[in-house]
């Protein structure tokens, strides 16, 4: 999916520490598989106010893929555009790993402990 969307450096930082990692919003899994950034650079157009523009350099998150598992169909799917552009804006990524952490950390208080099925 075509996202162009320019992000900061803690944005980027947050999408290559949580690379691969389980995140968890109000119940539901995420887990961000693949992400491409790119470098543009761009100038400005010469206005009166501007009369020798500089040239730009800014980071774009062109594509993102990011999976989780729908309760209603029961399958793992990839969430669409939108749903991914509002989890990278608006959200802060660090605190859905803090809620997938502190889940595991309440069932390991029950005896509970989760392992990867392997599939043969």
């Known amino acids: 999916m075509n996202m162009n969307i320019e992000i900061s450096d803690s944005s980027i930082n947050q999408l290559s ?3 691969g990692k389980f ?10 598989t693949d992400y491409v950034i790119e470098e543009v650079t761009t100038t400005p157009e ?12 800014k980071k774009v998150l062109k594509s993102v893929r990011i999976i989780g598992y729908n309760d209603e169909g029961h399958f793992l799917g990839t969430f669409d555009e939108g749903t991914c552009r509002r ?8 605190y859905f790993r803090n809620n997938w952490i502190k889940f595991q950390e309440a069932l390991n208080a029950f005896g509970y402990e989760l392992n990867e099925i392997k599939k043969d």
């Open 17 to 19: 520490v949580l690379k």
């Open 23 to 32: 995140l968890m919003r109000d119940g539901v899994l995420y887990k961000i």
């Open 46 to 57: 010469k206005s009166w106010c501007n009369r020798n523009p500089q040239p730009r350099t």
């Open 87 to 94: 989890l990278i804006t608006y959200f802060d990524l660090y």
